[in-house]
């Protein structure tokens, strides 16, 4: 593969179920068969979103397994780890599973270093021959990447960035030099202006994916002005949704919101929607084209 496909990649949310957050594979296979019938690219399963650093490795394998069976749609599978030798794992479990369904696996930049991101990178491929997406998502990490020296680690086999570390729309117009594809992330809040500086589509998970794939549909056929006026009527959600240190509660509460998973719990250390936000949150949907509340 010479690049990640270019477009929207639905990232994908672990359901949890009763008070024993137990993984929902019924509520899993519903979201997942929604982002099928939308059109996204692919999914991207097992990352931040998926809360895949609070699962277990027999539950990692359990959403990859409903995910799989649920839908046709090729996979980036996410690797929560940042060291070598655990990532190389988690690697092996995603491609025993997913087989040639497996676009690429997700790796987090793992050092301020090229040097030492580039070494990670290629002991990864080398002992698993997975096609690589390198997320710079300092947020996360805890790593910021001066994006030169992210560019210099782009090593054989990495098919993608996913871009997450402000300002976006200045990385991706930087990283472009890696010459693989770049992807916004953040919810879409940058997304207008990533397609501006060339990103290859988004890759994250906000709760409208349609919206995402009208914006990007749109700049692609007509250039700003449409993609503008497509993704206009969600941007209060965009940013709403990504509020920090309450983005994944707020997003599992739309999901829920919309019928696509049963229950919004999240996993601690993650935090639950506060009851202050539930009115403007239940504002923001109601506002967007076509609501229907429950």
């Not at 090229?114 to 698993?128: D, M, S």
């Not at 509020?243 to 919004?264: D, F, N, P, T, V």
Request: charged share 15%; with cysteine.
């Amino acid at each position: 593969m010479n690049g990640l496909p270019s477009g929207v990649w639905g990232v994908v949310a672990t359901p949890f179920s009763g008070t024993g957050l137990d993984v929902d594979t019924a509520s899993l296979a519903r979201l997942v068969r929604h982002y099928a019938d939308i059109g996204v690219t692919g999914l991207t399963v097992l990352g931040v979103f998926g809360e895949a650093a609070q699962l277990s490795m027999a539950e990692r394998a359990t959403v990859l397994r409903t995910v799989l069976d649920s839908v046709d749609l090729p996979l980036v599978v996410g690797a929560s780890s940042l060291g070598t030798a655990p990532v190389i794992e988690e690697v092996h479990q995603a491609r025993s599973l997913a087989g040639d369904r497996l676009a690429a696996v997700m790796v987090q930049a793992n050092s301020a270093s090229a040097e030492v991101l580039a070494a990670h990178l290629t002991a990864i491929r080398e002992a698993t021959g997975a096609d690589l997406v390198v997320q710079d998502y300092p947020l996360v990490s805890g790593v910021s990447i001066a994006k030169e020296q992210l560019a210099a680690a782009v090593v054989p086999g990495v098919v993608a960035i996913k871009a997450e570390a402000p300002p976006t729309p200045v990385a991706v117009a930087a990283l472009r030099a890696s010459g693989v594809p770049v992807f916004g992330g953040l919810g879409g809040l940058w997304l207008l202006d990533e397609l501006a500086a060339g990103a290859a589509g988004a890759m994250t998970g906000f709760s409208f994916p349609e919206a995402l794939l009208s914006c990007t549909g749109a700049w692609h056929r007509g250039g700003y002005q449409p993609a503008r006026e497509a993704l206009l009527p969600y941007l209060p959600l965009v940013n709403f949704e990504q509020q920090a240190g309450i983005a994944l509660a707020i997003r599992k509460e739309c999901l829920r919101s919309r019928g696509l998973i049963a229950e919004s719990w999240v996993r601690p250390p993650a935090v639950s929607l506060p009851e202050s936000l539930r009115a403007q949150l239940a504002t923001h949907l109601s506002a967007l084209p076509g609501w229907l509340s429950e």
